[in-house]
């Protein structure tokens, strides 16, 4: 089993850019989650799908951000315009969503630098 | 919503040595406590969980013990090993396939 896959693994950009994450989860898993890790805040949930339909995005910081997940097997997570705040490792989880299988199953992450 | 709470926030011990982290929750309906270890570069991984149904799990090593009455469960690294040295993540979940509460973490160091 591959596990989850993120890309790009590092990005750098420029304030104002667009920056587009991507996930693949693990296949057969019907719950995604998009997470972002910094020394000030810990571990952020951001939004989490359930069967490809997004059910809380609550955690998603502003109007710049959004996520989409068009099929089981692909997710994106994109920030217009990014700035330097946003800078941060992002991380995307998976999991089966079947009583007694909750363990979310996480990516190796995507460092973002927004200069 | 669920409130998780880690302690300590950094903790370094001898190789050989036991390591204790703990977790407190304010949810009485979360029922499902993942460990996540997570080394540098690297995304968490999990490794050890307990349901509310169990009091404690043990793996090798680790164990976790899970005290629902006082809505608190912690993690336990018997012999201590450098390659131990990591930080450990203890979250919460109210339910299958709902979201993670994730504690702070705890920057563990086991010296050799």
């Excluded at chain 1, 304030?15 to 952020?44: A, D």
């Excluded at chain 1, 994106?76 to 992002?90: F, G, H, M, N």
Aim: net charge negative; hydrophobic share 35%.
């Amino acid at each position: 089993d591959a596990g989850v896959i993120q890309s790009p693994r590092h990005e750098v950009t420029e304030m104002g850019q667009e920056v587009t994450l991507r996930c693949k989860p693990i296949s057969g898993h019907n719950s995604l989650f998009w997470y972002r890790q910094t020394m000030m805040r810990g571990l952020e949930l951001l939004i989490y799908f359930n069967n490809n339909v997004p059910i809380d995005d609550s955690g998603m910081p502003e109007d710049r951000f959004s996520a989409k997940m068009p099929n089981a097997s692909f997710s994106t997570l994109k920030i217009q315009p990014s700035e330097p705040r946003d800078s941060a490792v992002y991380f995307c989880a998976s999991s089966l969503q079947v009583a007694g299988l909750d363990t979310q199953y996480f990516g190796p992450g995507t460092r973002l630098t927004v200069l | 919503g669920e409130n998780v709470e880690q302690h300590p926030s950094t903790l370094s011990v001898q190789e050989g040595d036991s390591a204790v982290i703990k977790c407190t929750y304010s949810d009485s309906a979360s029922n499902y406590f993942p460990w996540y270890k997570q080394e540098l570069g690297k995304g968490p991984q999990l490794i050890i969980d307990i349901r509310s149904n169990v009091g404690e799990k043990k793996d090798q090593r680790i164990a976790v013990t899970l005290n629902k009455t006082a809505k608190h469960f912690s993690l336990h690294i018997t012999e201590t090993q450098p390659e131990d040295s990591a930080v450990y993540f203890c979250a919460a979940s109210i339910r299958t396939g709902n979201q993670f509460y994730f504690g702070t973490g705890t920057s563990l160091t086991v010296i050799p």
